[in-house]
C-alpha cells in the first residue's frame, strides 16, 4: 500500500485482489469483514460511502490484519471474536472457533432439557469446552440450569470463563482443568453429558485448509482413526450421569455408526443420530435410562427431528 489517498472501495477492490494471490479462500468476503471491523460499521456503509478515504490509523489497521489473513490465521482471531447461537463469543488461538453445526447440537439440547428437569433446571457437563460456545450458550437459553466445562487447557478456560461472564452466566457455570473425567468427582451426577471432541484422524490433519491447520490442534487431533476420544468418553460418561441422563456428541465424517455402538457397547440403552444442514450425519444422542424403562422415546424423536 503506498501513499495514495485510499478509499474505502479502493482498498477493498486491492485487498479482494492481493487475498487472491495469496489463495485466501473467500477474498471479497474477508476484505469486506475486515474493513468493517475498521471502521466499526454494517455492511451496506461500504457500498453507500465507498469514497470515503480512510485516515491513517483506519489504513495502519487494515494493513496489520490484511498481514495476518494474507498468511491464513482465522479471521476471527484476527477479529478477537465470533457470532455463535445469540451472544458473541471472545475466541483465540487457543480455542477453536465455533461453527454453525454445533449451533444444531446447542438446539437439540435446549429442546432436551424439559424432558429430564421441571422448566429444564438440568445439570451438563460439557467435556473440551473451548470457548465455553456450548455450556455457556446452553445456560443461556435455559435458565434454570447449572452447568460444568472441563477442558485441559488453562487458556482456554480462561477464555470459557470470560465469555460464562460477559454473557451473563458465571454464577451458574463452573470451569475446572480436567482431561476428560480425570478431575470430575464421580459424585456428581449430570442429567446432560455434552461434547464436541477432537474428531478428525491424526494423519487428516494436514489436509485440512490452511486457516483450520492454524487452530489448536489438541482440539483436532481424534487419534488414528478420529474415535480415541469418544471412546474415552463413552467409557466412563455413564458413571456421571443421573439415572435418567442423555450423552450428547458431534461427530465427524462417516463416524455415526462407530460413536453409536460405543455407547451401546458401554450400556446405553438408545443412540440416535441427527444431521447438519448438509444432510450430513452430525450429532448421536445416547440414553442412559434405568432397567425396564422407556420413557424418552419423545425426547430421540424431538432431537432429532429437523428444524
Known amino acids: 500500500m503506498s501513499n495514495a489517498v485510499w478509499t474505502i472501495m479502493k482498498i477493498l477492490n486491492w485487498t479482494k485482489q492481493y487475498f487472491a494471490e495469496k489463495g485466501v479462500e473467500d477474498p471479497r468476503s474477508d476484505a469486506e469483514v475486515l474493513l468493517c471491523a475498521v471502521l466499526k460499521c454494517e ?3 461500504l457500498y453507500v460511502d465507498f469514497e470515503r478515504p480512510l485516515t491513517e490509523e483506519e489504513l495502519a489497521l487494515m494493513r496489520k ?18 457470532a455463535f447461537m445469540r451472544n458473541v463469543f471472545k475466541v483465540t488461538p487457543a480455542t477453536l472457533v465455533p461453527r454453525p453445526e454445533t449451533e444444531l447440537l446447542v438446539e437439540s439440547l435446549v429442546k ?15 467435556i473440551g469446552t473451548g470457548s465455553g460456545a456450548i455450556i455457556v450458550s446452553l445456560l443461556d437459553y435455559l435458565p434454570q440450569a447449572k452447568g460444568v466445562g472441563v477442558d485441559i487447557s488453562v487458556d482456554a478456560l480462561v477464555v470459557a470463563k470470560e465469555n460464562a461472564e460477559k454473557i451473563g452466566v458465571k454464577e451458574r457455570c463452573g470451569f475446572l482443568r480436567s482431561d476428560v473425567f480425570s478431575r470430575v468427582p464421580p459424585e456428581k451426577k449430570f442429567d446432560i453429558i455434552v461434547s464436541n471432541p477432537p474428531y478428525i484422524p491424526a494423519a487428516d490433519i494436514a489436509t485440512l485448509a490452511q486457516d483450520v491447520q492454524q487452530e489448536p490442534h489438541g482440539a483436532l487431533d481424534g487419534g488414528a482413526d478420529g474415535l480415541d476420544f469418544y471412546r474415552r468418553i463413552c467409557a466412563e460418561a455413564a458413571e456421571h450421569l443421573a439415572d435418567d441422563g442423555l450423552l450428547a456428541f458431534e461427530i465427524g465424517i462417516n463416524q455415526s455408526e462407530d460413536v453409536c455402538a460405543l455407547c451401546l457397547e458401554h450400556g446405553f440403552k438408545q443412540a440416535v443420530v ?4 448438509a444432510g450430513i450425519d452430525r450429532m448421536v444422542f445416547a440414553l442412559k435410562e434405568k432397567e425396564g424403562e422407556d420413557k424418552y422415546a419423545d425426547l430421540l424423536l424431538e432431537v432429532t427431528k429437523e428444524l
Do not use: S
Not at 112 to 123: I, L, M, N, R, T
Not at 274 to 277: G, L
Open 112 to 126: 432436551a432439557a424439559p424432558f429430564f428437569q421441571p422448566e429444564g433446571a438440568v445439570k451438563i457437563l460439557d
Open 43 to 45: 455492511r451496506l456503509t
Open 274 to 277: 441427527r444431521k447438519d444442514y
Open 65 to 82: 490484519y490484511v498481514q495476518r489473513r494474507a498468511q491464513h490465521e482465522p479471521i476471527n482471531y484476527i477479529l478477537g471474536e465470533k
